[in-house]
């Protein structure tokens, strides 16, 4: 009997272990964390052996395929002695693939993947497709490939992702921007890095899709070494593109086949990442010949994630924004970017080796005053103190957003976009944003 060894019993881990089971493979599933209690109580419903806290390394090595975890680095031992006893380790991705027959979306790049994937979700639902949303939000693929399989799936696809998958292929690709995040697990080489966005292009042919940012040095340089096999559709705000969307007369041009247009003022979301965010979704969905009125309505009525520049109350004339899911710098970049009026913004939490120079002009633009939200804020007041008068210290989101409030008079934001990890004094990103809207609500 074929056996399948998943490693880490998360989402997408017990998605592996639901889809092994119906394709007749042996599963056992190891975390070397503690498993939640909704995962353990699925895996005893199923019937399948797990153990946490430790990998038995003996019931891992008999294995004939691994599902690896995104979240584990490939250079740990236990992962180089699979590799050379030949044993195969994919992401649940990988494995999920094997069993449809469904068309991919795949989406990636270091900032706006999750609010371009919602998106495109929102856009293919709307045309009334039979259309699935996975990879790092929505339901573990695996599990809806053996649950109720779709015709389509939207999947947001991080780089640790892709570095699990070899045979997989993407009918549309598309990649937003590459710039530094995660280098700790690329041996600190950006090149290293740019290699991995780049297998979303793998095992496409020429009548696949890619669709990219042609604003992005990083890309475009790959791309004059590289050359893709799919048809290529790229999108600019600087320049009129061919074959992809532009913007010109403050309109979003799209002129893949016939031309579609629509105001940028009609865009749900706003701000100039969020341009390119609802072109690459507009040319995705001109690619699968959508109606244009559906595309229009897509990009117009759409609602953001939570913790994604998300708007939670206007008190006394302050606006108060949720951007928790910024951890880091680029995000927090754009996130300052897209406000016209005087914003205290909310920083901190655990650094991965930030450099704030790249905030130090868009700060002094926009922002009035600084509040840090984590345990050691050292960084953050070297950065800006020669910028910001006001720079102060919480504890608590609760404390974070009264002394934001304070600084406050109408016409202002109060941002927390954090740019860094939330595990110092919260759970993670999710718990930070809700204690925030929490702390707003009591205001």
């Not at 892709?162 to 549309?172: E, H, R």
């Not at 799209?254 to 100039?272: C, P």
């Not at 008079?409 to 927390?416: C, E, I, Q, W």
Request: proline residues 2%.
């Amino acid at each position: 009997m074929k056996r399948v060894a998943i490693l880490g019993a998360g989402e997408s881990g017990v998605g592996a272990a639901i889809l092994g089971l119906k394709k007749g493979y042996q599963v056992f599933i190891s975390d070397k964390g503690k498993i939640q209690e909704k995962y353990q109580n699925v895996l005893k419903h199923l019937g399948v052996e797990f153990e946490e806290g430790m990998h038995t390394e003996s019931k891992i090595l008999n294995a004939s395929v691994v599902v690896k975890s995104p979240g584990i680095p490939d250079n740990i031992p236990l992962i180089l002695k699979l590799k050379e006893q030949g044993i195969e380790v994919v992401s649940e991705i990988e494995f999920a693939g094997r069993f449809t027959k469904a068309k991919f979306i795949g989406i990636t790049g270091s900032n706006g993947k999750t609010t371009t994937t919602m998106l495109t979700y929102h856009m293919l639902k709307k045309a009334g497709l039979n259309v699935g949303l996975a990879g790092n939000v929505g339901e573990s693929l695996a599990k809806q490939v053996a649950e109720n399989d779709k015709d389509i799936y939207v999947l947001e696809l991080s780089s640790f992702q892709l570095d699990g998958m070899y045979d997989f292929k993407v009918d549309i690709a598309i990649l937003l921007n590459i710039t530094p995040d995660h280098l700790d697990r690329y041996n600190y080489q950006f090149e290293n890095y740019v290699s991995s966005k780049f297998r979303i292009l793998q095992n496409q042919n020429e009548h696949d899709h890619f669709i990219y940012c042609a604003d992005d040095e990083t890309i475009i340089n790959y791309l004059k070494k590289h050359k893709p096999k799919a048809i290529q559709h790229p999108f600019s705000i600087k320049t009129n593109t061919e074959n992809g969307a532009y913007i010109k007369d403050e309109k979003l041009i799209i002129n893949t086949n016939k031309l579609f247009e629509m105001t940028i003022q009609s865009l749900a979301l706003q701000g100039k990442h969020n341009l390119y965010n609802s072109m690459a979704s507009g040319i995705a969905g001109r690619v699968l010949e959508l109606k244009k009125e559906i595309i229009r309505e897509s990009l117009s009525d759409f609602q953001n994630i939570e913790h994604r520049l998300e708007f939670v109350a206007k008190i006394h004339g302050i606006d108060f924004v949720n951007d928790s899911k910024a951890t880091n710098i680029n995000s927090t970049w754009y996130a300052l970017e897209s406000f016209e009026h005087p914003i205290i913004w909310i920083v901190g939490g655990v650094d991965k080796g930030n450099d704030y120079e790249m905030l130090k002009e868009m700060v002094s633009e926009k922002v009035k005053a600084i509040v840090c939200l984590g345990k050691d804020n050292t960084k953050i007041h070297e950065a800006f103190e020669d910028i910001i008068e006001n720079i102060v210290d919480a504890n608590s989101a609760q404390e974070a957003v009264n002394l934001a409030y304070s600084y406050g008079k109408t016409g202002d934001t109060v941002l927390l976009s954090p740019a860094c990890a939330s595990f110092d004094l919260f759970e993670n990103y999710e718990d930070r944003g809700h204690q925030f809207k929490s702390a707003v609500k009591a205001l």
